[in-house]
């Protein structure tokens, strides 16, 4: 469904991303780790071509992103993402928020995009809330939000963008439980994370990257977690930090 | 020295006779300006912001030469310039309302620009994402946030676009202080005239001004 061959990226002389290449098949779920400054974010955000790459090729279902021919506006409409920062919009209701898209869009009617914008705030338990601001929920509401609103876009695959990162501890788990419901259903994703107990749990694969933006280890959860010898010595040496305590 | 002032020719018939036509050009004028002005002054903003050095380049040179130019001066070229390339005359109210709306179309294009990149990058990349075009994004998301955030300063702006209308005297187009300016000149009473102007100048730019500051407080958005 996704697919990435030796993709390249630059900030002027300052590369971002080196020949990193994967696949993503349907109903996978993939979880990327790795240091800050590995280039994981930037990774995620050429696969909906938010972040332009000078070498490569990305395939989406078989579009290809990287053709400055592609209309990207189109492609975008069904890959989800949500971000760190939540970016709910906050001059927008959350029913609004929903709905926006969908009108503008995917030229739903305002009926359609709010019976199943609703559907999905449902959902992720927010239904008591559709008539509020962005401003006046938490941070785990908000996020779950930004959730229902990717997924209102009846999305082909979901893009995460370590989307608990910005969260209070408490609020953690009932943005994981939605991902985790959503990844049980069979819905293909990627997750930027670094919850390991999030990819012990759904992960199909992980993808590790080091600073330089390399991907430096690419396997199945089994591997991953249970075959620490097989693993780079960089690789080891993050997972011991990280899963240390 | 001997100063006394007599206001006693100032009656109803007076202020309708000169005062209101000049008041509601004054009015017309910072409103059609306002609103043709925030309308270009966003477009000029957005070509600065868009990245692409042929649209960048001359809004540049329009926004920084305007906003090097004495208003005044605007005027008087605009209304002495514009008939000779045209070959026709056209009327001070006319010239006036076009000058106003160029020359403020360079002070909001600095508000706006201040405000669209008041934006987080991160709401542009939602919009994005959910498949917005850059024009939907721009209408649906980045501008009526900017708006809202900068509406103070842009209503600021407009205060002083009201009390810079008065600067069409210098063409003679028929604006408030005109107004005075002639009753004064019909009763041989100008100093009171402009006096009167400077009260009610004053008490229209106050009364907005405290508007402003409470309009403020009621449409800050929530974060």
Request: some cysteine; glycine content about 8%; aromatic content about 10%.
């Amino acid at each position: 469904m996704i697919e990435l061959k030796s993709v390249s990226k630059w900030y002027g002389s300052f590369q971002v991303l080196d020949d990193c290449s994967t696949r993503i098949e349907k109903g996978e779920v993939v979880v990327v780790c790795g240091p800050s400054g590995s280039g994981k974010s930037t990774l995620i955000k050429t696969i909906n071509a938010l972040e332009p790459v000078q070498k490569g090729e990305i395939w989406v279902n078989g579009t290809p992103v990287h053709d400055p021919k592609t209309d990207l506006p189109k492609l975008r409409s069904h890959v989800g993402m949500v971000f760190q920062h939540f970016e709910l919009f906050p001059h927008l209701t959350v029913t609004q928020n929903l709905t926006i898209a969908q009108v503008k869009v995917l030229r739903r009617s305002l009926d359609e995009a709010r019976k199943r914008g609703l559907k999905m705030l449902e959902r992720v338990g927010l239904m008591a809330h559709k008539d509020k601001f962005p401003g006046q929920l938490s941070g785990g509401q908000q996020q779950r939000v930004a959730i229902a609103r990717a997924l209102s876009m009846d999305p082909i695959v979901m893009l995460f963008d370590e989307p608990t990162s910005a969260l209070d501890p408490e609020m953690v788990g009932e943005v994981l439980d939605v991902m985790v419901s959503l990844a049980n259903e069979g819905m293909t994703m990627m997750c930027v994370t670094h919850e390991m107990g999030f990819a012990r749990k759904v992960a199909s694969r992980v993808i590790f990257m080091d600073v330089g933006g390399k991907i430096l280890e690419d396997c199945t959860k089994e591997d991953f977690f249970g075959n620490p010898d097989a693993r780079q010595p960089r690789t080891k040496d993050f997972l011991g930090k990280i899963l240390q305590h | 020295m001997n100063l006394s002032f007599d206001f006693s020719f100032y009656s109803w018939d007076l202020v309708s006779n000169f005062i209101l036509k000049g008041l509601y050009f004054s009015v017309m004028l910072t409103l059609v300006a306002t609103l043709g002005g925030i309308f270009f002054g966003t477009l000029l903003a957005m070509m600065r912001l868009s990245g692409r050095k042929w649209l960048i380049v001359p809004a540049t040179i329009y926004v920084d030469g305007m906003r090097s130019i004495p208003l005044v001066m605007v005027i008087l070229w605009f209304f002495l310039l514009v008939p000779l390339l045209i070959g026709a005359p056209i009327g001070a109210e006319a010239s006036a309302t076009v000058t106003f709306i160029a020359f403020e179309a360079a002070y909001f294009s600095e508000i706006m620009r201040a405000g669209i990149q008041s934006i987080p990058r991160g709401q542009v990349f939602a919009g994005q994402a959910l498949g917005m075009t850059y024009g939907q994004n721009m209408r649906l998301i980045v501008l009526p946030q900017a708006f809202r955030n900068m509406l103070p300063v842009l209503l600021t702006q407009t205060i002083i676009l009201f009390q810079d209308t008065s600067l069409v005297y210098a063409i003679g187009a028929y604006d408030m202080l005109k107004g005075f300016e002639v009753a004064g000149k019909n009763y041989g009473r100008p100093i009171e005239a402009f006096i009167a102007a400077a009260v009610v100048y004053f008490v229209i730019c106050y009364s907005l001004s405290w508007l402003v500051k409470r309009l403020h407080k009621k449409i800050a958005i929530i974060h």
